[in-house]
């Protein structure tokens, strides 16, 4: 805390260009550090293939290094001219909300490695064009001196999260930072403390481990002013409103919380998957069944934004052909070790019956058919944070209805306003448009994405991540405020992703790429220096995958 008491006087003294050199400074460390990173985060998580490799690297060194650079890119454009530049011309909706581009981004050829793929902040009704960063931009152009210090409590499933969180904090907030490692990833701790060597040095960021004790106890520092959190929301229940059930249960009926410091937060979410019935190719179906079957065991199932539920048409006359691919691709998908504490308990308590675990201790991938959302609730009122998903059927009497009921579902149903995806027709995409926008807006989430895994949203960067705004401490959902959002923008109501039915070349996310490794440790590289010349290299292998 001395430290962190040093550098909140000394931080905002410092200029936008002494900040950016930092910025780079930290990203050289990375690219020298990146392997002892990844060998840490694949021994605690037990990674036995290439391919589960190259998901520790995309969620972790390559990520970051994007991130950084794209951070180093909007600092110097608000240096330049007072804000950051987003990447294309600003439109508006139907209704005359903004809609502003946030992906492809500038600088990094996202237009060529990422093709087909476009995002959009979609802002709340009374943000003007003067207004899209609001107070965003204070804290890097006027810093309140000395800085806020904030306490980080950091994600232990992700390893980009606590750092980019942290950064989001310091070079986007102005606070400077005390990060506490989860004990799942604590092991990270002393690569982390050479890359971040340069903040640490000047006391804008410390590191802590521990257990919950150890979090307690910073949140009860008087210097600390916030708190960020994520995780579940358990876990930040119990933070603001107490330990047992009938402290929380009477803390809030008192309105009288624990933590009475504010506090952000990204929590989970039980993700939805809709298919809209239709007519697709061959091709269609198996990629998106794939594509599927890829968000529920990309690390192991435990992301926040892991599928939960497929939501399906009763009807609908592939649903047999796109299960059976989705099950046909967990099938060629090694099943992985269940690092995360509690896994066997939980996969027991949501499904009803213990995993099957393989003599490595590995647990199975299951898809749990036409479940009765009446008969088996807890599948859609908490996150079950394992290797299980389950299915739903709809009776609808077109694919307009069915689309509307769905997403009614999602938003009255299910836990969880982070993120949801849609998979619709070509054919039913052009002709619906109107409508596709209307039950976009109206979904309750963060994050919609159209045929392409929330996953994406989360590591481009440039996008804001985080739960739709609106939650309460009391109702806290998937959370409140957001991180990355790396052009600063304020008051957005949800990020909108859309892509192709098909991605070509196949993604390095697909478990099935031979070459993801690879190409995943060439975007360390890549994103250290975007360079054109650097593409060859990328997109030889990505073909070949």
């Known amino acids: ?93 139907s209704d005359g909300r903004l809609r502003i581009p946030v992906f492809p981004a500038q600088g990094v050829y996202d237009s060529l490695l990422f093709s087909g793929l476009r995002a959009e902040a979609w802002m709340q009704p009374d943000v003007t064009r003067s207004t899209i960063h609001g107070d965003r931009l204070a804290a890097v152009l006027d810093p309140p001196s000395p800085a806020p210090i904030t306490l980080v409590l950091g994600a232990g499933n992700v390893s980009a999260i606590p750092l980019t969180d942290s950064l989001t904090k310091l070079f986007h907030e102005g606070q400077v930072v005390l990060l506490k490692m989860n004990p799942v990833n604590e092991a990270l701790t002393p690569v982390f403390r050479k890359m971040l060597a340069p903040i640490i040095d000047r006391g804008w960021m410390q590191i802590v481990t521990g257990g919950a004790d150890i979090g307690q106890a910073a949140m009860q520092i008087d210097d600390v002013s916030t708190v960020h959190i994520t995780g579940s929301h358990h876990t930040h229940d119990k933070i603001v409103w107490g330990a047992s059930d009938d402290e929380q249960e009477q803390r809030q ?30 091709k269609q179906l198996r990629f998106q069944a794939t594509n599927v079957a890829a968000s529920m065991t990309n690390n192991a199932g435990f992301n926040c934004l892991t599928t939960r539920l497929i939501i399906n048409h009763k009807g609908w006359s592939q649903r047999e052909e796109f299960l059976d691919g989705v099950e046909a691709s967990l099938a060629r998908t090694p099943q992985r070790s269940p690092y995360y504490p509690g896994t066997a308990a939980r996969f027991e308590r949501f499904t009803g019956a213990p995993p099957e675990a393989a003599e490595d201790g590995s647990f199975p991938w299951l898809l749990m058919r036409d479940v009765n959302p009446e008969e088996k609730p807890l599948l859609f009122q908490d996150e079950s944070f394992c290797s299980a998903c389950v299915e739903i059927q709809l009776e609808a009497n077109s694919p307009e209805e069915f689309l509307q009921r769905a997403a009614d579902f999602c938003n009255t149903r299910l836990f969880g306003t982070l993120c949801a995806t849609i998979t619709m027709p070509n054919p039913f995409r052009r002709q619906q448009q109107q409508l596709v926008e209307d039950v976009v807006s109206g979904l309750n989430y963060g994050t919609v994405c ?56 196949k993604p390095i996310w697909f478990p099935s790429h031979r070459r993801a490794e690879k190409i995943a440790l060439k975007l360390i590289r890549f994103y250290d220096r975007p360079a054109l010349h650097r593409l060859p290299g990328l997109f030889l292998p990505a073909l070949l995958g």
């Open 1 to 93: 805390m001395a430290e962190l008491r040093r550098g909140a006087s000394d931080m905002p003294k410092c200029g936008l260009a002494e900040k950016i050199a930092v910025v780079g400074e930290i990203r050289e460390r990375l690219v020298t550090h990146a392997t002892e990173w990844i060998e840490v985060s694949c021994a605690f998580k037990e990674v036995v293939t290439a391919a589960q490799r190259s998901e520790e690297i995309l969620a972790g060194p390559s990520t970051t290094a994007r991130y950084l650079t794209l951070l180093i890119r909007s600092l110097a454009s608000i240096k330049r001219t007072g804000r950051p530049s987003v990447p294309a011309r600003i439109t508006t909706l």
């Open 253 to 282: 009926a008192a309105d009288t919380p624990l933590l009475e410091k504010p506090i952000t937060s990204e929590l989970g979410n039980v993700t939805p998957w809709i298919i809209v019935p239709g007519s697709y190719s061959n």
């Open 450 to 505: 159209i045929n392409q895994w929330p996953g994406l949203v989360f590591g481009l960067m440039t996008p804001p991540w985080g739960a739709a705004p609106g939650s309460s401490l009391k109702d806290i959902q998937s959370g409140c405020g957001d991180v990355h959002n790396l052009y600063f923008l304020d008051k957005h109501e949800k990020i909108v992703l859309r892509g192709p039915l098909c991605n070509f070349p």
